[in-house]
């Protein structure tokens, strides 16, 4: 590998505790080190921002209902204009897709951004082969899969018993057959009800035929991811999702977290994370009255270090909705009468795609906007907090420089604000008039790297520029020292780096992509838990009575993640 010495940068790190000071950046064999030999390569950074490689901790890029996204919605192409540049000369493959982007696509612009880390958010136990090959064809940036656990018929059936062990061993072995990453929960029991025509709306609702509530549903799985000792926390939609006043529950569901970390014997810090929190902040009762309730749940937020959220910003697009909870997003089209469709996974999950426009002019929109926004900004604790879009559900990923924008510059805020048709209304509805704070480049960094490295169990090597870690480096053309007088600026500079360097080797120079397929990898946990006879008998049971493939095709080969990072863990018997 090339050596590199990024010099005279303005550094921004949480991990060496550098806020915007001068200092030269080493790289060597694809590590940050002390210094480099009279070889290396010098990149000026004079008059730059310099971090670390971006981490998205939740987004929808890989897997069958991305895939569906793209064969239902032809129409997502048309949207040339809102595609930054549209084909980009110095790439070998064609960019297509707006919300939701082709593969090749998907890591162009993730890395245009400075990001070199996504998380799947959903992977279909069923279906994880497809996911791990849309991930293998995704260029440049390193990715992981989130198993989805939240309706599985296994995972229901042991909890109501409270049989931990056995939901462990299960939850163990399913993470190593898909090659998974962590514990993914959405609408618990909700998405199973709706297999009967049904939903679970609140923690205490009953799933339909399995005697177990979604509350029961959380809290077992919660007690399964400490025992297992995985690195992420358990990965949390709580139910409910876009309702007007669903705040009691999502404050209800924070609780369960809260009632575990009091009597954690494993002493972890955080043990829950909240995704796209922005949906689960709402007051009022119905659509006339809907407000946000950004304040009763940053409240909440702040006192408890065991929770962590992202985002979920709205950016005002269409977009393409797309989630495992299928209720939800029949209730999405019979609000706006776009087409939808309805996937259902036999035991373990289903989903739905519904078209989506979040028109400034639309009340509730403006008031979602306005909301994501005041999550952030409430924040006490950067540490805790991380900015997506859910994309592409709020919007797609490529607008995360016009959600900085926001953050950084409260005159764009205002300006978006007074851009409302129902602009009076829409801030009698929420508090984000109220809220002068600017974030920092710095609390930047935090909300974009050091924050999801921690809560994905990766700040050892990701998320910082310290000594020995991995070499992931962005370097974005804005002096931090004379701050643009024009906000619009901040979107520019962060839609498209001066640098990248990815594991050590130059991907973008100059604001061109010249490396496309640079080493990546695949990070998945092995989590090694006391063998299990009848969890291994039951798992062989069920496969032969009720699914539609054989336990041997079902699981992953070792050939759909060629470079992997496995991450091995021991539980806490």
Known sequence: MTEYLIKNGHVFDVVSGVKGDKKDIAIKDGKIVEKVSSKAKTVDASGKTVMAGALDIHSHVAGPKVNLGRWFRPEDKWFRGQMRGGIVKETSRMEQGFSIPSVFRTGYCYGRMGYTFVMEAAMPPMYARHVHHEIHETPIIDEAALPVFGNNWFVMEYLKEKEVEKTAAYIAWLMRVTKGYGIKVVNPG????????????????????????PGEIVSGLIECNEYLGLPHSVHLHPNSLGDPGNNPVTLDTMKLASKYKANNKFGREQVLHMTHLQFHSYGGSGWGDFCSASKEIMDYVNKHPEITFDTGNVT??????????????????????????????????GSGVVPFIYSPNVFPCAVQWATGLELALLSKDPMRTMITTDHPNAGPFTRYPRVFKWLLSKKTRDEQMAAFKNSGKVADATILN???????????????????????????????LAVGMDAEVAIYDIDPTKLPTDPEEYERVFSNVSYLFKNGDMVIKEGSIILENPTKMTFWVNAQVPDNKQVTRDVREKFLRYYTVTQPNYEVPDSYAPHPHVI???ANV
């Open 568 to 570: 091995e863990t021991t």
């Open 190 to 213: 909700g998405t199973e009800a709706w297999g009967w025509g049904l939903n679970c709306l609140g923690i205490n609702d009953e799933v339909p035929y399995f005697d177990i509530t």
């Open 316 to 349: 005002l697009d269409e977009t393409t909705t797309m989630t495992a909870d299928g209720p939800f997003e029949h209730h999405l089209c019979a609000l706006n009468h776009l087409k939808w469709c309805n996937v259902d996974v036999e035991l373990e999950t």
């Open 434 to 464: 109220e809220l002068d704070r600017e974030i920092t480049l710095y609390e930047l960094s935090q909300m974009t790297r050091a924050a999801p490295a921690k809560a994905l169990g990766l700040s050892s090597s990701r998320g910082g």
